[in-house]
C-alpha cells in the first residue's frame, strides 16, 4: 500500500523522467513543493539569509537556489535534490553553530572587521586591503553619519557583512546666552 502511494506521488511529479519530458502541470507542481521546502529551509536555517547577510550567509543562499531549482526543472533528481538543500542549510546551521561558540571559527567562515578611520585619521592600507577609495569612504560617511569630513569620525570599519559602521565624534554645543523678551524664550547656541 505504502509501496503504492510513493509511486504514485513520484508519477504525479514526473521522476524519473527526462527534464524535456515534463509537463506543465508537473513542473508547476515541482516549483510549489519546492518553494515550500526552501521556505522552510531558510526560515529554519537563518534570519539573516534575508537581511544584512556575511559572505558566507549569501553563498549559501546562492548555492541553495542553483541546487532547488534543478528540482523544478528535472535536471537532477527531485527527491535526492530536496536532501541535498536540506544537508546545505545544515552545514550552514553548523558552522554558524560553531562560529558562535569560538573565537577562532567565525573570522575564518564570516571574516573580521576592518578599522578605516581611527581617531580622524584614515587608514590608507586598511583601504586598500578593503578596495575602497576616498570617494567611496566619503560616500559612506555622508550616509552613515551625515558627515564626510573623516577627521570629525572617532571610528568607522567595514564589517564583515560588507557594510561600513561610523562612530563619529560627539558634537559639543554650548548654550552661550538664554534670553526672554515679550514672552518668547530665546536660546543661542554654538556647534561645534
Keep these: 500500500m505504502l509501496l503504492a502511494v510513493w ?11 527526462k527534464a ?3 509537463n506543465t502541470a ?3 507542481i515541482r516549483t510549489v513543493i519546492v518553494y515550500l521546502v526552501s521556505l522552510a529551509l531558510v526560515r529554519v536555517a537563518s534570519r539573516r539569509f534575508l537581511s544584512q547577510a556575511t559572505a558566507f550567509d549569501v553563498i549559501v543562499g546562492i548555492m ?6 534543478r528540482a523544478i526543472n528535472g535536471s537532477a533528481l527531485f527527491f535526492p535534490t530536496l536532501v541535498a538543500g536540506l544537508v546545505l542549510v545544515g552545514l550552514h546551521w553548523l558552522f554558524a553553530f560553531i562560529a558562535f561558540r569560538t573565537s577562532l571559527f567565525g573570522p575564518i567562515v564570516k571574516g573580521e572587521p576592518v578599522l578605516l578611520i581611527k581617531d580622524g585619521e584614515v587608514q ?16 559612506f560617511l555622508r550616509l ?4 564626510a569630513d573623516p577627521k570629525k569620525i572617532r571610528r568607522a570599519y ?6 561600513i559602521s561610523v562612530v563619529p565624534y560627539e558634537d559639543e554645543t554650548r548654550i552661550l546666552d538664554v534670553r526672554v523678551e515679550d514672552g518668547v524664550q530665546s536660546i ?5
Design 26 to 28: 508537473e513542473v508547476a
Design 124 to 139: 590608507q592600507e586598511a583601504m586598500r586591503s578593503a578596495n575602497l577609495t576616498s570617494r567611496d569612504l566619503h560616500e
Design 158 to 163: 567595514m564589517e564583515r557583512n560588507g557594510n
Design 64 to 69: 541553495l537556489g542553483s541546487i532547488m531549482s
Design 188 to 192: 543661542r547656541i554654538k556647534l561645534e
Design 20 to 22: 524535456a519530458d515534463l
Design 144 to 147: 552613515a553619519s551625515g558627515r
Design 7 to 17: 509511486d504514485q506521488i513520484q508519477s504525479f511529479l514526473g521522476a524519473g523522467r
